[in-house]
């Protein structure tokens, strides 16, 4: 684990804490406060009132504990990339000015209701008429403009670090390729392509390495977002997107497709495996290598090239040349199939081949109506396929 | 004996001649009526859509509906709420209240104007025909599932193929060609109507914020128009506008999308605004603080919001100048929209509150627009859009925006207006369950969709995985939801209950300053019997208090 700014967790968790308490105590009081105002108020007036505050300083205590918790899992406050952390550091800065911004606009609406409520507005003369002042209307006209353009060097700067021009030349090159409902990563400059899953090498403090993407769409707009390695960018079609990032940590990060893209939109999932340059350098090595012939698979082959099946997927090394569907070369080095759909294991592949609408509603790849022991046979071979 | 004439003479008229009537009135108020019962048919659908997606996505990999059937969902959900629920029942209470406000007797154009109510009432049905008659990617019965902006390529005969699209262009393209009748209507009979000395600087703050309204429809919605007809060309005609396939442009659609689209969200916030700039100073006992600067904002709004459409596509790949330049633009619509909001609680300040249901409509619409503005501004620092784009925390900050904020002001337009147009007060205390129930209802339901977003869950998806920490988010939302379908099942039953049972309102049981409250509850078919003359914003109060008249001070 490579991380140069340590972990965030605990110090986010003592400072949540602190809020946490402040807000109960000064809810308490609030709550105090109204009990003391609306005595002779009638009664559902009161209860509601009562029931108005508890519910709130719940919702603060559920918010406050639940801060922590976002830190973890997938959050993106758990920033694992140069580029996530810095849009983290911003989440911060922003989150504090317009915190400040709401605590002071909503204690003052607060504070008016509770200070003029009236009881018996009826009966009792008109309050003093305030027609507006000039002073205070340019004085709440000029505050909010120098708060938006302190916002805005803020964003002009930011926006300038994470561009792709500020990639570092030593990236490594990757094309992702969104179709309907799963990824292609093309790793064009060593020769191979893969689904689904993309292995990326973890650089250390000194040389950060980076990961450049090429982003392509076979069909509609996608969206590609890992949100623990930073913000997302559209696939597409008929345009190239490019974005960047440079991992600090190594792992399995989990994301999705961001762009409503049809029927299976929510299993179009992606995982980005971040290791070390070695573990990468050999899982490179392994995918440029055509599919593997083991005399295992023989008949599962030959099933495989007869069938349709080459029409969609290619296998390296043999004749399917397909390149609708996802590539199989390596199919048992990926963890999962169906675009995150199920564990890439034998019994699942049994049950996708036998008819991926199982798993998958509406999925391009169509049911072809195998017999189960050619559904057996496929699957012998597709396992071979390390 | 002639009381008993009165009550029972309207009920021997035959069922026909009152269809008859109701088919082909001009009269404002009875069109204004009519938008939003017809509204209130929409937000039970609209409702019920939203209800089964939080039914959906009470648990991971729950399967109460299929996938197709959850993207229709959010599909007409959207769609629904946005052309057929609040579009209508602004278009309804401007149509019922600003003649009154203004001193008119009826519409500058009264046969334009029912024109534009059938207009949208069928565009409604032609959308939701398409759940009997569309034939869809799956058959017979598919309502759209292209989510209500549409974005091509999905839009593309490869990619939705049958007509159930045609069914969405159709119908919201008729709609629109109704907002833009109501528009130029409204335009017409503000600019022309008003009473004798009611100039536009004396004109009720609701009665501004639907003249700019009302010139946003104008410049909105012509450009949608033609991008869904070049659309249909696309579909039916072989035209390759937006066919990526054919080297259309995908992003094109996305451009005239929210070209209309931003400043839609303008054309359903600002009447709201224009009920909160009527409900809040009535209730305070005090005039709007700041009258001009309010008018300023109202127009300012109007301009900025045309220029920020592209703050919809900052993860689209545009380039830095152009994502600069809107963000800019889109943190300086939030200096006018604070402007509202400072004036709102200024007015507070010294009032003498009345804790009437409409008002607290109004204060609950001040909490939560102001955190739907705050997380505005969070998604206008552009790679924190790139974050929180198109994620639950997205759907969070619209809700507060179009929910909390717009929907409350409408209810509070409800229980303030109701004792006008019906002659009887709603019920208080199911008002006041039903503003409780929604207000924690919705919080219940939307707070939690932050948390959910800043997970990592998109929007739009039928299904989350398990294991991410976001279980628990969804299932308040869905607890949320259905606290918030009770209260508006409460609402609808005062609605009804106090149509037959409520209180008599009388003339002004508000006691309250603008036109409408000088004539009877319900005003007759001429409105005044004598068209008042105007001296200030505030006539009523004039009248009230001659001795310390309202035209002293502006």
């Known amino acids: 684990m490579i991380s140069s700014r340590g972990h965030r967790s605990p110090q986010l968790l003592n400072i949540n804490l602190t809020l946490v308490l402040a807000a109960i105590r000064s809810c308490l009081k609030l709550a105090a406060m109204i009990d003391h105002r609306i005595e002779s108020a009638p009664c559902p007036l009161r209860i509601n009132v009562r029931l108005l505050t508890w519910s709130m300083m719940a919702l603060l205590i559920i918010a406050g504990t639940a801060t922590p918790a976002l830190a973890e899992n997938n959050s993106i406050f758990s920033p694992a990339s140069s580029n996530s952390e810095k849009i983290n550091d911003i989440f911060y800065l922003v989150l504090a000015i317009t915190g400040l911004i709401f605590v002071v606009v909503f204690g003052a609406i607060a504070a008016f209701v509770l200070r003029f409520w009236s009881r018996d507005a009826e009966t009792a003369p008109e309050p003093p008429q305030i027609y507006g002042s000039w002073p205070i209307e340019i004085a709440w006209t000029i505050a909010p403009l120098l708060i938006i353009f302190v916002l805005f060097l803020i964003v002009i700067r930011s926006v300038n670090e994470q561009r792709p021009e500020r990639a570092p030349s030593d990236a490594l090159k990757v094309t992702a390729v969104g179709h309907q409902w799963w990824w292609a990563f093309d790793y064009r400059e060593h020769g191979f392509i893969t689904a689904n899953e993309l292995h990326v090498p973890l650089g250390d403090e000194e040389h950060p390495q980076s990961v450049f993407l090429e982003l392509e769409s076979a069909d509609v707009v996608h969206s590609f977002w890992v949100p623990r390695l930073g913000g997302k960018t559209d696939l597409v079609p008929n345009r190239v997107n490019t974005m960047w990032f440079a991992p600090r940590e190594a792992g399995i990060f989990t994301g999705q497709c961001a762009e409503y893209c049809g029927t299976q939109h929510s299993k179009m999932l992606l995982r980005v495996i971040v290791e070390s340059p070695d573990e990468f350098e050999q899982w490179v090595e392994n995918q440029q290598k055509p599919a593997v012939d083991d005399p295992a698979g023989a008949a599962g082959k030959k099933l495989f090239l007869e069938l349709s099946c080459a029409n969609c997927h290619t296998i390296r090394g043999t004749g399917a040349a397909g390149t609708f569907g996802p590539d199989l070369t390596h199919l048992m080095s990926r963890q999962t199939i169906g675009a995150g759909v199920q564990d890439n294991t034998r019994e699942n592949l049994l049950i996708w081949i036998a008819n991926p609408h199982t798993f998958k509603t509406g999925c391009h790849m169509p049911d072809m109506k195998l017999t189960p022991e050619q559904v057996e046979t496929v699957v012998s071979y597709l396992i071979t396929l390390k | ?554």
């Open chain 2, 1 to 554: 004996m002639q009381a008993d004439t009165y009550t029972v003479a309207p009920a021997r008229r035959p069922l026909t001649s009152v269809m008859h009537e109701w088919v082909t009135t001009v009269d404002h108020k009875q069109l204004g009526i009519m938008y939003i019962i017809a509204s209130c048919g929409f937000l039970v659908l609209g409702g019920m859509e939203a209800l089964l997606m939080r039914l959906q996505l009470w648990a991971p990999e729950m399967d109460l509906v299929s996938p197709d059937t959850f993207n229709q969902l959010f599909t007409m959900h959207g769609t629904t709420m946005i052309f057929f629920v609040v579009m209508p029942v602004e278009a309804g209470m401007a149509n019922y209240f600003v003649p009154l406000m203004i001193g008119a007797r009826d519409m500058a154009f009264p046969r334009l104007n029912a024109f534009g109510f059938w207009m949208f009432l069928f565009g409604g049905f032609l959308l939701y025909f398409s759940y009997f008659g569309a034939m869809g990617l799956y058959g017979a019965g598919s309502a759209p599932d292209i989510g209500w902006y549409a974005y091509a390529p999905l839009t593309s005969p490869a990619f939705s193929r049958g007509n159930s699209t045609d069914y969405w262009l159709l119908g919201t393209m008729l709609s629109g060609v109704g907002s833009v009748s109501f528009a130029v209507n409204m335009i017409a009979t503000i600019i022309t109507m008003r009473a004798p000395g009611m100039r536009l600087s004396t004109m009720p703050l609701f009665g501004w914020m639907i003249l700019v309204t009302s010139g946003l429809i104008l410049f909105a919605f012509p450009p949608f128009t033609a991008a869904e007809i070049m659309m249909l060309f696309d579909r039916h005609l072989g035209a390759h506008f937006f066919d990526t396939q054919a080297g259309g442009d995908g992003l094109l659609w996305q451009h005239l999308f929210w070209f209309f689209g931003h400043p839609e969200v303008y054309i359903l916030a600002l009447p709201a605004f224009g009920i909160i700039s009527e409900v809040i100073p009535v209730f305070s006992r005090k005039v709007i603080f700041g009258y001009a600067t309010m008018v300023m904002a109202t127009v300012g709004i109007g301009f900025i919001s045309m220029g920020v459409w592209a703050h919809h596509m900052f993860t689209v790949g545009m380039s830095d100048t152009i994502d600069l330049l809107f963000s800019g633009a889109t943190f300086l619509v939030a200096v006018p929209t604070g402007i509202k909001m400072f004036n709102w609680t200024a007015t507070l300040y010294g009032g003498r509150l009345r804790m009437t249901v409409p008002m607290l409509f109004a204060l609950g619409f001040l909490a939560l627009f102001l955190i739907g503005g705050l997380t505005g501004i969070m998604l206008a620092v552009v790679p924190m859009d790139w974050q929180l784009s198109d994620s639950y925390f997205l759907i969070a900050h619209f809700h507060f925006v179009a929910f909390g904020g717009i929907l409350f002001g409408i209810m509070a337009g409800y229980y303030y207006w109701y004792p006008k147009a019906v002659g009887r007060m709603m019920n208080r205390k199911l008002g006041l369950w039903h503003f409780w129930l929604q207000f924690i209802g919705f919080n219940l339901t939307f707070v939690p969709m932050h948390f959910s977003g800043v997970l990592g869950m998109p929007r739009r998806v039928y299904t989350f995985e398990a294991g991410y920490g976001m279980e628990i988010w969804n299932q308040l939302s869905t607890i949320g939801a259905v606290v918030t379908g009770i209260s508006l099942a409460i609402f609808v039953v005062n609605l009804i209950y106090s149509y037959f049972r409520g209180r008599e309102a009388g003339d002004d049981p508000w006691n309250a300053w603008t036109l409408e409250w000088a004539t009877t509850s319900p005003p007759p078919a001429y409105n005044f019997e004598e068209i008042p003359t105007v001296k200030s914003r505030r006539p009523l109060w004039d009248l009230k208090h001659p001795d310390d008249p309202d035209w002293k001070h502006e």
